[in-house]
């Protein structure tokens, strides 16, 4: 009896030390915000609640208003130490032809290719008869910046991420996912666009 209770107690206390030494590895997992930027986000298809719109008033009850107001709350209950933030949406491309409500100065391009070759939410560097990535035709490389706004890597690094020290942007890019969804917009186009 007295060897199992000194064996039991031995193994205990071994846990313990192992335990009292062990310390956690602070990972900070990354998180893509999927924003749906559809037509049936919209306040009858066609108000988004953002300031570039006349009525405003209707569109702040529209899906795409509230859900940018949910991400602004959830990000404002997280420490830019706790994970990396990134953005995306619907594939679209800038246009300095329009900016009125609600697609501001962003288009599909509806169901044409008027717009920089662009087909509804498809990337406009999209060949409909490629079925894997290769580095020759770079279709995902060249398009996906128009549909992540904000990709959970570095600024300075884009998409294409070369070290585990790219995962660890500035802020967490959380003011970067803010300028996409604080319903201001800075009337500018452009990568210099302050407030898209």
């Known amino acids: ?3 199992s ?3 039991v107690s031995g193994t205990l206390a ?3 030390l ?3 030494d062990a310390h956690a590895q602070a990972l900070r997992p990354n998180i893509m915000v999927l924003l749906d930027t559809s037509g049936s986000m919209l306040y009858n298809q066609a108000n988004d609640g953002s300031p570039l719109c006349s009525n405003n008033a209707n569109g702040q009850t529209s899906r795409v208003f509230n859900m940018k107001n949910a991400i602004r709350a959830a990000l404002a209950q997280v420490g830019t130490d706790e994970a990396n933030f990134g953005l995306m949406r619907f594939p679209q491309v800038e246009t300095t032809t329009n900016g009125n409500c609600p697609e501001g100065y962003w288009s599909n391009g509806g169901n044409n ?6 087909e509804g939410c498809r990337m406009t560097t999209h060949n409909s008869n490629q079925t894997a990535y290769d580095a020759t035709s770079m279709w995902f490389d060249n398009g996906a910046a128009q549909a992540f706004m904000v990709p959970v890597t570095r600024a300075s690094t884009g998409l294409k991420a070369l070290s585990a020290a790219d995962y660890d942007p ?3 890019n959380i003011t970067s996912v803010y300028k996409w969804i604080d319903q ?3 009337g500018m186009t452009g990568a210099a666009n302050p407030d898209p």
Request: aromatic share 0%.
């Open 1 to 3: 009896m007295n060897k």
């Open 5 to 7: 209770l000194g064996l």
């Open 14 to 16: 071994g846990v313990a």
């Open 18 to 20: 192992a335990v009292a």
């Open 113 to 118: 290719t008027s717009v920089g070759g662009h």
């Open 170 to 172: 500035v802020g967490a």
């Open 184 to 186: 201001s917009d800075s």
